[in-house]
């Protein structure tokens, strides 16, 4: 499996962009995706999460209200939609395959990574 995440870049405060991750391989419709960032000199934390089946997602409270995480299975891509960006939002964006169908916000549930895409807000 390999994920290939895009979309980042530079976007002023309260701005909008909307991050893809495209997987290969055959198992993308029963698997979990989850979102994750990290910022310079900070962990990796949690975003989102959506389910297999695209009807469970779950998100950190720092976006909940902002980020808004979908699928389409036909085309093995999930997105990340970024609303009212906030300077704090600064990180390099990873997408990641959960082992499950289920949603998880802990990173050890994830079986694969994206390469990440930087997301820049500006004040």
């Known amino acids: 499996v390999q994920l290939q995440a895009s979309g980042g870049g530079l976007v002023q405060a309260g701005g909008s962009l909307r991050l893809s991750c495209a997987a290969s391989?055959?198992?993308?419709?029963?698997?979990?995706m989850g979102w994750f960032r990290q910022a310079p000199g900070k962990e990796r934390e949690f975003a989102a999460a959506?389910?297999?089946?695209?009807?469970?997602?779950n998100y950190a409270d720092s976006v909940k209200g902002r980020f808004t995480a979908s699928r389409d299975n036909a085309k093995n891509t999930v997105y990340l939609q970024m609303n009212s960006q906030k300077p704090e939002d600064t990180a390099v964006y990873y997408c990641?395959?959960?082992?499950?169908?289920?949603?998880?916000?802990?990173?050890?549930?994830?079986?694969?990574w994206g390469q990440g895409t930087l997301v820049t807000v500006s004040s």
């Open positions: 990641g395959m959960g082992s499950g169908g289920l949603v998880s916000s802990r990173p050890d549930t994830y079986s694969y």
């Open positions: 959506i389910s297999a089946s695209g009807v469970g997602t």
């Open positions: 391989g055959r198992s993308f419709g029963v698997r979990s």
